[in-house]
Nanobody, 127 residues
Framework: QVQLVESGGGLVQAGGSLRLSCAASGRTFTILTMGWFRQAPGKEREFVAAISWNDERIYYPASMKGRFTISRDNAKNMVSLQMNSLQPEDTAVYYC????????????????????WGQGTQVTVSS
């Protein structure tokens, strides 16, 4: 089992920045990929970014490139998401996720590609 706890959410004005963190515990040696997703009220969960735990591969959807940066600290078992130039449409609950099974990179962008999830952290961007 892997446990994930997100932190760093909050209220920010449009144009501002936030840095989210996700602390992993438990069987962290089994982690292969970690990702960030977000979900706004009434919408499906949306892929934000993913990072390989053991090499340099990083994946963003086109809509997130340039404003969001994912990074990891293996020694601390943490993954972070730096979010810049935030807009009201970025308002959502942001979830950290971990995959412990070997999957193709095409699965990185789908919720089905992950085995564990955090409880989520709310990000609200005011206009």
């Amino acid at each position: 089992q892997v446990q994930l706890v997100e932190s760093g959410g909050g209220l920010v004005q449009a144009g501002g920045s936030l840095r989210l963190s996700c602390a992993a515990s438990g069987r962290t040696f089994t982690i292969l990929t970690m990702g960030w997703f977000r979900q706004a009220p009434g919408k499906e969960r949306e892929f934000v970014a993913a990072i390989s735990w053991n090499d340099e591969r990083i994946y963003y959807p086109a809509s997130m490139k340039g404003r969001f940066t994912i990074s990891r600290d293996n020694a601390k078992n943490m993954v972070s998401l730096q979010m810049n130039s935030l807009q009201p449409e970025d308002t959502a609950v942001y979830y950290c996720s971990a995959s412990v099974r070997v999957r193709g990179t095409t699965s990185w962008g789908t919720p089905q590609g992950y085995d564990y999830w955090g409880q989520g952290t709310q990000v609200t961007v005011s206009s």
